[in-house]
């Protein structure tokens, strides 16, 4: 089976435990494909070049970066350079013989340009935004990853997909990993990023809505703010593309893995597959960064 793990770009994440726990998971014979983010290192670049971020809110108060022409150069050098190289280094340095991709190699992800998105601004006015190049993702090249799977490779891929009139798309990582584990036909999708689940109450870390079923996550979808609404709609594209489950949390993928955050199941009898019960396994070749 295929294992795809997404790791979060936002502020204090620390990829190298899980580098180090998906290259356990590689030596033990598990298929995985790495999905990340870049959202912290683009506002950061963002910042030092002179061009700082944007964002657009929907009427339907979902948020996203305006990524104008120079916006998606930064985001590119984020994504594409700094963030991917790194984390293919980092699973070099562990026995892993992982290949870095951006969406545009190869065709792997395909999307359609949102040419008209409609945003509010702050004086309550609702503006057509024609110049943001931002997408929705169409199309995986599943065969491409599964060739390199077969050939002991792991796929690291960047969150930059080709547009229909081959144009350079910032896409949403979360739902690039959604997308990509329905067309691997994979498990499980684990998105790790810096909050411990889905939480009932945004002040109290201890409130996380352990178990979801498909069926009823359309009711949860309010408890969602901010970034987690996205990954919300993620976990539900990846559920409909034949995903069995999406776990969604913080910290160690292992724990991730057995139910210490938010499971969202297809059905309820996939809920039981996350175990309560969890023990960190000893981990050798520590990489420090």
Known sequence: MTLVVKIGGGAGIDATPVVEEIARLVREGERVVVV???SQLTNELSERLGHPMQVLTAPNGMTSRYTDAETLRIYAMAVAGQINTELVALLQRCGVNAVGLAGVDGQLLRARRKTALRAVMPDGRVRVVRDDYSGQIEQVNAPLLRLLLEAGYTP????LALGLEGERL???GDRVAAAVAAALGAETLAILTNVPGLLRDLADPRSVVPTIVAHELERYLSYAQ???RKK???AQEALAGGVRRVCIGSGSLAAVLAGAGTVIAASSSCEA???PVYQQPALSGEVRR
């Open 156 to 159: 690291v891929v960047a969150p």
């Open 170 to 172: 910032n896409v949403d």
């Open 273 to 275: 597959e996350a175990s």
């Open 232 to 234: 919300l709609l993620g």
């Open 226 to 228: 901010g970034r987690m």
């Open 36 to 38: 990340h983010g870049g």
